[in-house]
């Protein structure tokens, strides 16, 4: 079995684990700050008898992983070890940040207060903006007040990219292009997906001080949800939210429950340099048939590698472009 090998830390050593790898699932999602891995792996005595704090792997030139274990499973005849891990920008959801008032705030603000103590590794975001009276409650994770800063600064939401960079512009090219399909590296299995269950079909919003009633005068129907014929609503009140920024930030609200609506999963062969974000030509049959001969174009939503005794695979899903801007 082909698998990255790993590096385990425990209090005084660094164990790197090769041939003993049993299983290896890792899953990055583009709009998710967190990568996951889960490993299971021939135990040694200083594994079982340590406390093992981290955990590092490269599994491509690309795409690696540095994270902490969340929860570590020994079998009953102790052999066998599984370890379920988080990458570092974990930290950004399991942390609340100190609530305050900001007259103005930067992204090097941003930068330095809710992302750099947190294993980010730079903030990638253009033109340079400023926020006004930008208020963060009690309660606020720092991944939380991040993505408040750019729904006001720039309309849109954060995403984390393969090198723990915040950026407002995730996908990215290659040249030449990543070919999947006829054309390019094969595909063991595909299909295709449309989900409708998180798209709202009608958003009612108030930019009041009161959160009743008549107040909810603004709408906005959402026209990928119509084609469906039955309703979703939702009733938001923007004032204290996004400010001044409610006409544009109104439709940001509606395109975000529109991001996964068509979705193409794809199996491949072996493990790839395919990471969340990269666009992809996927030349294949279906992405044909289902766009009646006019393909998506398509981007990595998320990459899924997989190694046990069946082999290894990379199971990517890709998403529609359209949809990645509104």
């Given at each position: 079995m082909?698998?990255p090998s790993a590096?385990?830390?425990?209090?005084s050593?660094?164990i790197?684990?090769i041939d003993?790898i049993l299983?290896f699932?890792?899953?990055?999602?583009?709009y998710e700050p967190v990568d996951v891995?889960?490993?299971s792996?021939?135990a040694?005595?200083i594994?079982?008898?340590?406390?093992m704090k981290?955990?590092e792997?490269?599994?491509?030139n690309?795409?690696?992983f540095?994270g902490v274990?969340d929860?570590?499973?020994?079998s009953?005849?102790r052999?066998?070890?599984?370890?379920?891990?988080?990458?570092?920008?974990?930290a950004?959801?399991?942390?609340?940040?100190?609530p305050?008032q900001?007259?103005?705030?930067n992204?090097s603000?941003v930068?330095t207060?809710?992302?750099q103590p947190f294993?980010?590794t730079?903030i990638?975001l253009f033109?340079?903006?400023?926020?006004a009276n930008?208020?963060?409650?009690?309660?606020?994770?720092?991944?939380?007040?991040v993505?408040?800063?750019?729904?006001?600064a720039?309309?849109t939401?954060?995403?984390?990219?393969?090198?723990?960079?915040?950026?407002?512009?995730?996908?990215?090219?290659t040249?030449p292009?990543?070919v999947v399909?006829?054309?390019g590296?094969p595909?063991?299995?595909?299909?295709?997906?449309?989900?409708?269950?998180?798209?709202?079909?009608?958003?009612r919003?108030?930019?009041s001080?009161?959160?009743y009633?008549s107040?909810y005068s603004?709408s906005l129907?959402?026209?990928?949800m119509s084609?469906?014929?039955?309703?979703?609503?939702?009733?938001v009140n923007?004032?204290?939210?996004w400010?001044?920024?409610?006409?544009?930030?109104?439709?940001?609200?509606?395109?975000?429950?529109?991001?996964?609506?068509?979705?193409?999963?794809?199996?491949l062969?072996?493990?790839?340099?395919i990471?969340?974000?990269?666009?992809i030509?996927?030349?294949h049959?279906?992405n044909?048939d289902i766009?009646?001969?006019h393909?998506?174009?398509?981007?990595?939503?998320?990459t899924?590698?997989?190694?046990?005794?069946?082999g290894a695979?990379?199971?990517?899903?890709l998403?529609?472009?359209?949809?990645?801007?509104?």
């Open positions: 082909s698998v590096i385990f830390t425990y209090d050593s660094r790197t684990v003993k299983t699932n890792f899953k990055s999602t583009l891995l889960r490993i792996f021939i040694n005595d594994m079982r008898n340590n406390v981290n955990i792997c490269i599994i491509t690309n795409i690696s540095n274990v929860r570590l499973t020994i009953e005849d052999k066998v070890m599984t370890a379920e891990c988080r990458s570092l920008t974990y950004l959801i399991d942390n609340q940040v100190m305050a900001y007259a103005a705030i992204q603000s930068y207060t809710f992302l294993s980010v730079g990638t033109p340079s903006a400023a926020v930008f208020e963060v409650l009690p309660g606020t994770t720092a991944w939380q007040a993505i408040s800063f750019c729904r006001r720039y309309d939401r954060p995403d984390i990219d393969h090198n723990r960079r915040v950026t407002i512009s995730p996908i990215s090219e040249s292009p990543i399909g006829r054309s590296i595909c063991m299995d595909a299909r295709y997906n449309n989900n409708r269950h998180k798209i709202i079909s009608n958003l919003y108030n930019v001080d009161s959160n009633n107040n603004g129907v959402n026209p990928e084609k469906y014929g039955y309703a979703r609503r939702r009733y923007l004032r204290n939210t400010n001044n920024k409610n006409a544009v930030v109104t439709p940001q609200a509606i395109y975000d429950t529109n991001i996964d609506q068509h979705i193409f999963e794809v199996v062969p072996g493990i790839h340099n990471y969340p974000g990269l666009a030509t996927f030349d049959e279906l044909h766009s009646s001969g393909p998506y174009q398509l981007y990595t939503g998320e899924e590698i997989t190694a046990d005794a069946k695979r990379t199971k990517i899903k998403y529609d472009a359209w949809q990645a801007t509104y």
